[in-house]
């Protein structure tokens, strides 16, 4: 099996409705591809029912040595101890300051320079920007695009990654506007099964 490596870190986003495949069957077949960390986003199950896949999830991601980090169930984060938590700006806005400091390192979805700047402030260790690219996920939006990308990766006092119709093709563009990594949800959809 050939295993996916790049200039950029390139991680995976999970989107359980867009696997062939059960979540976990296909989380393991992401990560023999070795994306430079793994998102488990899921935030429609309920907190229990995400706490539980998380658990699974964590243990698959220590075990084959990429990166684990939750999204928007901070509670979770407490408990499991990921290597990050990515959170909705508004979300990481409402958590006091104390509670931001008992969390993993923190990541936060953003839409303008004005957010990252926010997020920033907020204490994140990196911010993801989108969406960049035409995607399926946001049929009636309209990109944001690489122009902006490059704005805010200039501007930001955190790394920028970059989320929204990433494909590897898409990774140098994403590179030379001053991405820090980039963020595949359908990219990583149809990889090979193991």
Request: proline content about 9%.
């Amino acid at each position: 099996m050939t295993t996916f490596t790049c200039s950029l870190p390139f991680g995976c986003v999970t989107h359980r409705q867009l696997s062939q495949v059960p979540l976990l069957e296909q989380v393991e077949g992401i990560l023999a591809q070795r994306p430079a960390a793994l998102l488990l986003r899921e935030k429609d199950l309920n907190p229990e029912v995400y706490r539980q896949l998380a658990r699974q999830v964590l243990s698959l991601c220590r075990r084959a040595g990429v990166p684990c980090i939750l999204h928007f169930y901070p509670e979770a984060a407490r408990e499991l101890r990921p290597e990050g938590l990515h959170l909705p700006l508004p979300v990481l806005e409402r958590l006091r300051p104390e509670e931001r400091a008992a969390l993993p390192p923190l990541g936060a979805s953003c839409h303008s320079l004005k957010d990252v700047l926010t997020a920033a402030k907020l204490g994140t260790a990196r911010v993801t920007l989108g969406h960049i690219y035409t995607t399926a996920c946001k049929p009636n939006l309209a990109p944001r695009g690489v122009t902006l990308l490059q704005e805010v990766c200039r501007r930001s006092p955190v790394p920028v990654w970059a989320i929204g119709g990433v494909t590897r093709e898409k990774l140098p563009e994403l590179a030379a506007a001053g991405a820090a990594g980039a963020w595949g949800m359908g990219a990583f959809a149809q990889l090979p099964e193991k």
